[in-house]
């Protein structure tokens, strides 16, 4: 545990915890502290309270001494000097021909640096609007580039609902808001109804969440089968800011009537110890056709004798004959013709090629009644 005071030093901004050492100041005083930035002026927005190690960022930064009537003074004469400064960028952008928007400006309290705010839609080159800011205003010029959120936060203005903004008024830090919040709300999903100045969606939508999500667990979904003091029904509308639900009820005649009950009244559906659960349907697509195999014996002597049959084997598909050329079709023929001849001892039966082949088909051309014999 750790001894330290809360500080900030903007409107509606993020405070920050710094070492008391022997001053001990209350809320609501001035305070002079030391910065990565250097000297600045804040405000104590909580007293002195001992705090977890885990939630202070090391080194811790200690506390000066509580503002004095000059210290109030010279923070004064740099917030009146802050408009002519922002005069003076914005002159300075429009020369340099720059894509950005200037947003703000601050001079920190030792009058060491000025602090531009500005936005803008990508990466912007401002090497030389800095050295022309440095040599008006002689001294470090900052540019720092900012999102749509945190100008809202620094010009401020009002919301849908008439009032401050939040962010101006009271929220330090942004938190993440998702369009999955709208929905479980039930709100509108128009973006001009559940967007904020600055563009995006309001952090408003953050404030209710924590009990939507709460009070949603409780009962079922809309669609669902419920119990109510009149029976079984079905939830058609759930308002969680009143925590009351409408069910479509069965009445008598075998008619619907929509009746509103309190949270409180309505559960789930207890099924009964012989009642079983309803099947869960499959899903289609990762359905698969299961492989049936026939059990039909080929030949009656493959039939058990105690009655049951075995499966069917699966042959397989017989290939088609090879494209043989004549030469291969008849060296094939004479060596089947050859195997199914008994061998005798010492003899072989002679492969004949393919020429000897074409030559004894020549020779054995038939010759007509009457010719004499060809001398070979």
């Known amino acids: 545990m750790t001894m330290v005071i809360g500080v900030r030093f903007r409107k509606a901004g993020k405070v920050y915890y710094f070492d008391p050492t022997d001053v001990w100041p209350s809320a609501g005083d001035q305070v002079v502290v030391e910065t990565t930035r250097g000297m600045e002026l804040g405000e104590v927005i909580s007293g002195a309270r001992e705090v977890e190690d885990d939630q202070i960022v090391a080194p811790l930064k200690k506390v000066v001494r509580v503002a004095t009537e000059a210290d109030i003074r ?21 020369k340099h021909k720059l894509e950005m928007k200037l947003v703000d400006v601050e001079c920190t309290f030792d009058a060491s640096k000025i602090i531009f705010y500005f936005t803008a839609n990508g990466r912007v080159d401002f090497r030389e609007l800095v050295k022309d800011l440095a040599s008006v205003f002689k001294t470090r010029i900052e540019l720092r580039q900012i999102g749509v959120r945190d100008e809202a936060k620094m010009l401020g203005g009002l919301g849908p609902c008439g009032r401050r903004l939040c962010c101006d008024a009271f929220l330090a830090d942004f938190q993440p808001v998702s369009i999955k919040m709208a929905k479980e709300q039930n709100l509108s999903l128009n973006p001009t109804k559940i967007s904020g100045q600055c563009g995006r969606l309001m952090c408003c939508l953050k404030y209710e969440q924590d009990h939507y999500e709460a009070t949603l667990k409780k009962i079922p979904k809309v669609g669902k089968e419920c119990v109510t003091p009149d029976g079984p029904g079905y939830i058609t509308d759930i308002n969680v800011i009143r925590e009351k639900v409408r069910v479509r009820v069965r009445t008598e005649g075998d008619t619907f009537d929509l009746r509103e009950y309190p949270i409180d009244e309505i559960t789930r559906p207890i099924r009964g110890e012989g009642e079983a659960p309803s099947p869960k349907p499959a899903d289609p697509k990762r359905r698969r056709p299961k492989l049936v195999v026939e059990k039909i014996p080929a030949t009656k002597e493959d039939e058990d004798p105690d009655g049951e049959q075995p499966a069917r084997r699966r042959m397989p598909k017989p290939k088609g004959p090879k494209k043989l050329s004549a030469d291969h079709y008849f060296d094939n023929l004479d060596r089947e013709q050859a195997e199914g001849q008994p061998e ?33």
């Open 74 to 94: 010279s923070e004064a004469i740099n917030r009146q000097r802050e408009p002519e400064v922002f005069r003076v960028g914005q002159e300075r952008i429009q």
């Open 344 to 376: 005798e001892a010492g003899e072989r039966p002679q492969k004949r090629s393919s020429g000897t082949r074409r030559r004894r088909d020549r020779r054995r051309k038939p010759r007509a009644e009457g010719a004499p014999p060809t001398q070979e």
